[in-house]
Nanobody, 118 residues
Framework: VQLQASGGGLVQAGGSLRLSCAASGRAFSSYDMGWFRQAPGKEREFVAAINWSGGVTRYVDSMKGRFTISRDNGKSTVYLQMNGLKPEDTAVYYC????????????WGQGTLVTVSS
C-alpha cells in the first residue's frame, strides 16, 4: 500500500488542523493505521493509531482530548484532527500502515509538516 499524507501547514497556537492520509491499493481496510511525528532534532514518536474497522483507537496520553484519529475505509483515508495546537506540536507528521495498532508498521507515507507559531 502507498500512503500520501497532506494537510500540514502553518497555524497559530490554539488553532486546528486536519491531516489526511490517502492510501492506494485495495487492502486499506485490512490495515491498522497510525500517525507518528518527528520534531526537529528529536526522534520519531507515536501519536495515535486506529484499528482496521475504526472501533479501536490509541493515543499518547499527552494528546488525548486534543487529537482525534479516524478513518473512512470507503475513501481509503485516515485522518488526524488536531485541536488546541501548541508550538511543541511542530513536527513532520507521518502516517503508517501495519497489522496492529501497536506495530510494527510496514508502510510509511512521506510526511507533512505542521508548524505551530506562538
Amino acid at each position: 500500500v502507498q500512503l500520501q499524507a497532506s494537510g500540514g501547514g502553518l497555524v497559530q497556537a490554539g488553532g486546528s488542523l486536519r491531516l489526511s492520509c490517502a492510501a492506494s491499493g485495495r487492502a486499506f481496510s485490512s490495515y491498522d493505521m497510525g500517525w507518528f511525528r518527528q520534531a526537529p532534532g528529536k526522534e520519531r514518536e507515536f501519536v495515535a493509531a486506529i484499528n482496521w474497522s475504526g472501533g479501536v483507537t490509541r493515543y499518547v496520553d499527552s494528546m488525548k482530548g486534543r487529537f482525534t484519529i479516524s478513518r473512512d475505509n470507503g475513501k481509503s483515508t485516515v485522518y488526524l484532527q488536531m485541536n488546541g495546537l501548541k508550538p511543541e506540536d511542530t513536527a513532520v507528521y507521518y502516517c503508517a500502515a501495519g497489522g496492529s495498532t501497536t506495530g510494527p508498521y510496514a508502510y510509511w507515507g512521506q510526511g507533512t509538516l505542521v508548524t505551530v507559531s506562538s
